[in-house]
């Protein structure tokens, strides 16, 4: 059995083994400087042929300025895996529907960004369909959102992978080719 983890923080991440499941928490910051494998959500939403990407704020603690997937988070500590993702696409982009979300894959990633800088997620990749929507996007986390064509970003993030966050690159084409095996 896995040895539980907690240190005290006001924004806590769920610490995870090698199979997802969960062995503690820790401050998220504490968790990124370490760093400590832990859960993690990335949405992507799709509107016939395009994708809304966002770009991330500037001042974010790491990859600010990048193109990144609809929205992506941790889940909360003693809450619903689905509640958290909710929350988090309401305080991101101002969606207040649960709209329809299938989980595609999980994947597991180590990105280092300083010298004392790293994301090692767990992340759970998730895809939902969305009309035409007003969204009222957080400026404090979101610099830019846009729909873009799925072809056309197949060919950018080949072409220009630096504008895009590691995450981004790695599950997009996976995302990407599920979308295209449905045509």
């Not at 240190?7 to 991440?13: F, H, L, Q, R």
């Not at 939902?128 to 007003?134: L, N």
């Not at 986390?141 to 729909?147: L, P």
Request: glycine share 4%; with cysteine.
């Amino acid at each position: 059995m896995s040895k539980i983890i907690k240190i005290n923080g006001m924004e806590d991440v769920i610490l995870v083994d090698e199979n997802d499941n969960q062995i503690g928490t820790m401050d998220k910051m504490e968790a990124h400087l370490k760093p400590f494998l832990h859960r993690a959500f990335s949405v992507f939403l799709v509107n016939n042929n395009n994708m809304l990407i966002q770009k991330r704020a500037v001042e974010k603690y790491h990859s600010g300025g990048l193109w990144a997937n609809s929205c992506c988070s941790h889940p909360r500590a003693n809450r619903d895996f689905m509640d958290s993702v909710y929350d988090r696409l309401r305080f991101e982009l101002g969606i207040e529907e649960k709209i329809k979300l299938e989980e595609l894959f999980k994947f597991v990633y180590l990105s280092k960004y300083n010298d004392n800088l790293y994301e090692h997620e767990y992340d759970h990749v998730l895809l939902g369909q969305i009309e035409d929507y007003d969204f009222k996007f957080n400026k404090e986390e979101i610099a830019e959102m846009k729909w873009v064509d799925i072809s056309w970003l197949k060919k950018d993030l080949n072409k220009h992978k630096e504008k895009y966050a590691t995450w981004f690159q790695m599950c997009a084409p996976r995302v990407i080719d599920y979308l295209e095996s449905k045509k």
